[in-house]
């Protein structure tokens, strides 16, 4: 799962990129930063448990690519630098950034509020919007180019409706596309369409506290999921070991650290689940959406699973920590062959036949 982070200058974004991944990215470097980009594991009880069962030369969890793009600037810094961009070549910087954000799968956006002096509620109105503009000039775009073209009526309709919601301010996550549609739009990438969760990144004094009522109103309103947590707090508790890591969040009352809170919301917020495979080799979780057809799974694996998938041997973790076994599962009748069309269950574990 790929989540790009995006916040104005001075909100905490490259703090809490440290506090997700571990790292230690530079921080305040301004307008001029780069993308950093860093990896963290999904931590799984269920892939320790199996890991400790087959003792595998290998075990790999499933992991979160954080990508913390540069600062974004305010209204009236984006329309006075418009000009300037141009007239530098600066377009193809943020026409390559703007390329980088459509890539990932959800946004964060972090929003300052910590201080009292700024308005959390106004940023994430603030990017939002531009989200909506990035994508208007998309649509424009393609607009023009298709009245050129002939024989794509059907996107040409498609892609008015969306300029018709964007021309209002609105996202594209307040249309429902049906499948076909879906398959037409899946190359542009919009921003407004991907999933989104705010972090309000709060002082210190509210690190394990939840959201105040009236923020939790504005996102209601917006559809969009949030989370509080401290950045300075968390970036200092995700550099400690795991020994006086613990003890630190108890002291500061805090059940889990952040980078658990924010996979768990952005699990729910995509509709995501895990499935494993387990043997000598490799125990090993792989991320897949909710109601992801078997074959589809098989692909998440190699691509020539995909393509010569026979059948899945599947067995509900439940079902394997109770027996023990795949062979006792199987003499319980809690081992299933299962065809291409199968929905895969979050905590199968499948074993896939095709032909190579």
Known sequence: MKVGLIGRQGSGKTTIFNALTGLNAGLGQGEKAESHIGVTKVPDARVDRLSAIFQPQKTTYAEIRFTDFPASQSQEKLKANAALRQAQGGEHSRTTLLAQMRDVDAMALVLGAFDGSSDPIKELRDLLTEMI???????????????????????????????????NEESLRNIVFTPD??????????????????????????????????????????????????????????QLNEKDRQAFLNELGISEPARDRFIRA?????????FFTTGEDEVKAWTIKQGTSARKAA???????????????????DDFIRYGSEAKCREAGRLRLEGKDYPVQDGDIIHFRFNA
């Open 133 to 167: 503009l990035a994508d208007l000039a998309v649509v424009e775009n393609r607009l023009a180019r298709l009245k050129k073209e002939q024989g794509k009526e059907r996107e040409g309709d498609v892609l008015a409706s969306c300029l018709k919601t964007l021309e």
């Open 181 to 238: 549609e879906e398959t037409l739009l899946a190359g542009f990438g919009f921003l407004s369409r991907k999933a989104v969760i705010a972090l309000f990144n709060v002082g210190e004094d509210g690190a394990g506290k939840e959201l105040p009522d009236s923020y939790r109103e504005e996102l209601r309103k917006l559809q969009i999921a949030g989370l509080a947590l401290s950045a300075k707090v968390e970036m200092e508790v995700a």
């Open 266 to 274: 952005s699990y729910g917020l995509l509709d995501l689940i895990s």
């Open 299 to 317: 692909g998440k694996i190699h691509s020539d699973i995909e393509r010569g998938f026979i059948r899945a041997e599947v067995a509900a973790y």
